[in-house]
T-cell receptor, first 115, second 107 residues
Framework: NAGVTQTPKFQVLKTGQSMTLQCAQD?????MYWYRQDPGMGLRLIYY???????DKGEVPNGYNVSRLNKREFSLRLESAAPSQTSVYFC??????????????FGSGTRLTVV | GIQVEQSPPDLILQEGANSTLRCNFS?????LQWFHQNPWGQLINLFY???GTKQNGRLSATTVATERYSLLYISSSQTTDSGVYFC?????????FGAGTTVTVRA
C-alpha cells in the first residue's frame, strides 16, 4: 500500500517554464489537496478537490492550476514558473467521512527551485 | 480560516528527557492531527485525535475539544525525535497548520 505518491521528487525550472506535478493515491480517498511549504513556515493550501470532478481554490492559488483526472490522481500545473514559486510542494488525501480515521495522508513532497 | 498557535516555537532536550508541546486553536474542529516532519522533510502522521487521548509508544496526545487545545507528550526522548512537530486542524475541507515546534534532542 503506497499511500500518496508524488512525482517528481526534485525539479529545477527556469523562470517562465511550465511543469506539472503529479499526485496519485491508492486509498480510495475522495478528497485531495495541494500544499506548499516555505522555509520556517507551516503548510499553506493551494488548491483542493473535495471529490472527483470538483476543484476549489485554497489560500494561495495564484499562478497555479489543478486537474482532478480521476478519483486517484490530482495534478498541479505551473504555467509560467516564477522564483516566488520556489518551495516544497505536498500532495495529500483525506480518509472517508465517518471512518475511524478521517485524517489526512501526505506524500513525500516535491522540492521545486525556480531560477 | 481557523487560527492555530503552537508553543513553544523551539525546544532543546537532552536525550531521555520528557516534554510537552501545545496546540491552541480558535474554533471547533472535526479533525486534528499531529505530524512530525523529519530532517529529510517527510511529514509523518503521528495522531489523528479530534478529541480524547491516544498513545503510541513513547508518544501520546490529548485533545480537549471543548477548551480548544491539544497536547503532545514525548517521553524518554531520543535523537530520532528531532524535527518539527506540526498541529493541523479543520472543520471543513481545509486543513490549517500551526507554525510548528522545532525539537532538537541532543545525545
Amino acid at each position: 500500500n503506497a499511500g500518496v505518491t508524488q512525482t517528481p521528487k526534485f525539479q529545477v525550472l527556469k523562470t517562465g517554464q511550465s511543469m506539472t506535478l503529479q499526485c496519485a493515491q491508492d486509498m480510495n480517498h475522495n478528497s485531495m489537496y495541494w500544499y506548499r511549504q516555505d522555509p520556517g513556515m507551516g503548510l499553506r493550501l493551494i488548491y483542493y478537490s473535495a471529490s472527483e470532478g470538483t476543484t476549489d481554490k485554497g489560500e494561495v492559488p495564484n499562478g497555479y492550476n489543478v486537474s482532478r483526472l480521476n478519483k486517484r490522481e490530482f495534478s498541479l500545473r505551473l504555467e509560467s514558473a516564477a522564483p516566488s514559486q520556489t518551495s516544497v510542494y505536498f500532495c495529500a488525501s483525506r480518509g472517508i467521512s465517518g471512518a475511524a480515521n478521517y485524517g489526512y495522508t501526505f506524500g513525500s513532497g516535491t522540492r521545486l527551485t525556480v531560477v | 480560516g481557523i487560527q492555530v498557535e503552537q508553543s513553544p516555537p523551539d525546544l532543546i532536550l537532552q536525550e531521555g528527557a520528557n516534554s510537552t508541546l501545545r496546540c491552541n486553536f480558535s474554533d471547533s474542529v472535526n479533525n486534528l492531527q499531529w505530524f512530525h516532519q523529519n530532517p529529510w522533510g517527510q511529514l509523518i502522521n503521528l495522531f489523528y485525535i479530534p478529541s480524547g487521548t491516544k498513545q503510541n509508544g513513547r508518544l501520546s496526545a490529548t485533545t480537549v475539544a471543548t477548551e480548544r487545545y491539544s497536547l503532545l507528550y514525548i517521553s524518554s526522548s531520543q535523537t530520532t525525535d528531532s524535527g518539527v512537530y506540526f498541529c493541523a486542524v479543520t472543520n471543513d475541507y481545509k486543513l490549517s497548520f500551526g507554525a510548528g515546534t522545532t525539537v532538537t534532542v541532543r545525545a
